[in-house]
């Protein structure tokens, strides 16, 4: 019985990427048109590597994160995902991974990008997990082998993804927003308050990283849980 509950919780942290399930649906179509929208807003530069944040748990940045992943992929450029939530994790979850070496071994010198980097089931697209949780994320996040990872990443692929911590819990998304190209904030329709939105995006802001947009999740749950894409302008 304890086997089957175990089993039961593993069940229910494995989430459905629904750009890999189902590429022509309406929800990945919205998906696409973030991309597109992304792809403009750094019209005056190449954007290679971005974070995805939120204010907020529960708002919907990993599967946002994932998603957008897989579009990018489905486009034909050579993506990395990297969870850079090195406090709850949830990208080895969607992704059917093990969680024995990823980022965090990288930043303590202990593996390689080769060595960590997953292939998955979608075409272009590659995973590096969160590794065994550190107990100085902040730091870790800080460091200069950060910056030598992305570079390095940087080399091999079109455009490196992180997934980070919620901005206004902790201050890793300011610390990686000021490494990577632009920043993407999730917001989640009827759950996040409007003071919250307000003071994530004052977080994000003065940031080395272009404050791309926000994505409006869930906002009409009743009708395929569409999400969209609303500019900064």
Known sequence: MARKRKQS???????????????????????????????????????????VTSSGPGEGKSITTANLSVVYAQQGK????????LRKPTVHYTFRLDNLR????????????EETANETDVDNLDVISC??????????LASQKMK????EALL??????FDTPPVLAVTDAQIMANI????????RSKMTEYEAAIK??????????????????DREKKQANYYYYYGNN
């Open 200 to 217: 994530a995006k004052e977080a994000l802001e003065p940031a080395q990283a272009k404050l791309l947009g926000t994505v409006l999740n």
């Open 102 to 113: 990823g980022l965090s071994n990288i930043l303590v010198g202990e593996k390689t990008l």
């Open 148 to 151: 030598q990872f992305l570079s």
């Open 78 to 85: 050579k993506v990395l995902l990297v969870d850079a939530d």
């Open 180 to 187: 990577v190209d632009g920043s993407l904030l999730v917001i």
């Open 9 to 51: 919780r593993q069940t229910n942290k494995m989430r459905h990427v629904i750009a890999k399930l189902n590429p022509k649906s309406p929800i990945t179509e919205q998906y696409r048109t973030i991309r597109t929208n992304l792809q403009f807003a750094a019209i005056d530069e190449d954007l290679r590597s971005m974070i």
């Open 156 to 161: 091999t692929y079109d455009i490196v993804i």
């Open 131 to 140: 590794g065994p949780i550190p107990p100085n994320p902040s730091e870790l």
